[in-house]
Nanobody
Framework: EVRLVESGGGSVQTGGSLTLSCTASGYIYARNCMGWFRQAPGKEREGVAVISTSDAVPSYNDAVKGRFTISHDVIKNTLHLQMNNLKPEDTGMYYC????????????????????WGQGTQVTVSS
């Protein structure tokens, strides 16, 4: 059974930093995309950043470029999201997601492409 467990959320002030982690288990398929998505109250879930675990190529939502960094620890099979210069609009529930790739293609931030999701971790940024 695929399991994704997020950690690292919390409350910070504007300009602060947080690092989210997502530990993945229950599978051995190496070629996949992993990503972070977020959902603010009353808003739709949106992609934040994704990364290919085979070649470590990242992709970011324009709203977080230059502030957030996604990375994947292959040995520990753990996904990270380093978030710097946080803004109130970054507030939301952050979810880790996994998409198995069976044919060569780039990772996307299309929610429907991701088959497995964690329970989420809350990030709150106050002004």
């Amino acid at each position: 059974e695929v399991r994704l467990v997020e950690s690292g959320g919390g409350s910070v002030q504007t300009g602060g930093s947080l690092t989210l982690s997502c530990t993945a288990s229950g599978y051995i398929y190496a070629r996949n995309c992993m990503g972070w998505f977020r959902q603010a109250p009353g808003k739709e879930r949106e992609g934040v950043a994704v990364i290919s675990t085979s070649d470590a190529v990242p992709s970011y939502n324009d709203a977080v470029k230059g502030r957030f960094t996604i990375s994947h620890d292959v040995i520990k099979n753990t996904l990270h999201l380093q978030m710097n210069n946080l803004k109130p609009e970054d507030t939301g529930m952050y979810y880790c997601a996994l998409d198995f790739i069976y044919s060569p293609r780039a990772c996307t931030m299309v929610i429907g492409d991701f088959d497995h999701w964690g329970q989420g971790t809350q990030v709150t940024v106050s002004s």
